[in-house]
């Protein structure tokens, strides 16, 4: 599975921006999918994830009731809306694909990733 992050960029706090992350490879649309993201000098923080159907959705403590995580199947593509975005939302924010059907917060349960979208929030 090949993944490719975008959507990232610079805005202030209280914005809003929407990741996409478009899957092409073997069945892909049958993949866990999660968002990851990553600040400076600090580890990979688990942000969102979502089952391959759609059903089932869980997000870190840190976003929860700002971000909003969904796929659209027919177009391969996992979607992270960020809304009331604050300037600790600044980091390097990745999408990433699970594996043996893993439903995970833990990166290390990932097994492809993309190439990840800078996302910073000014104050």
């Known amino acids: 599975v090949q993944l490719q992050a975008s959507g990232g960029g610079l805005v202030q706090a209280g914005g809003s921006l929407r990741l996409s992350c478009a899957a092409s490879?073997?069945?892909?649309?049958?993949?866990?999918m999660g968002w990851f993201r990553q600040a400076p000098a600090k580890e990979r923080e688990f942000v969102a994830v979502?089952?391959?159907?759609?059903?089932?959705?869980s997000y870190g403590d840190s976003v929860k009731g700002r971000f909003t995580i969904s796929r659209d199947n027919a177009k391969n593509t996992v979607y992270l809306q960020m809304n009331s975005l604050k300037p600790e939302d600044t980091a390097v924010y990745y999408c990433?694909?699970?594996?043996?059907?893993?439903?995970?917060?833990?990166?290390?349960?990932?097994?492809?990733w993309g190439q990840g979208t800078q996302v910073t929030v000014s104050s």
């Open positions: 490879g073997r069945t892909s649309s049958r993949y866990n």
């Open positions: 979502i089952n391959w159907s759609g059903g089932s959705i």
């Open positions: 990433a694909a699970s594996q043996n059907g893993l439903y995970s917060v833990y990166a290390e349960h990932y097994a492809y």
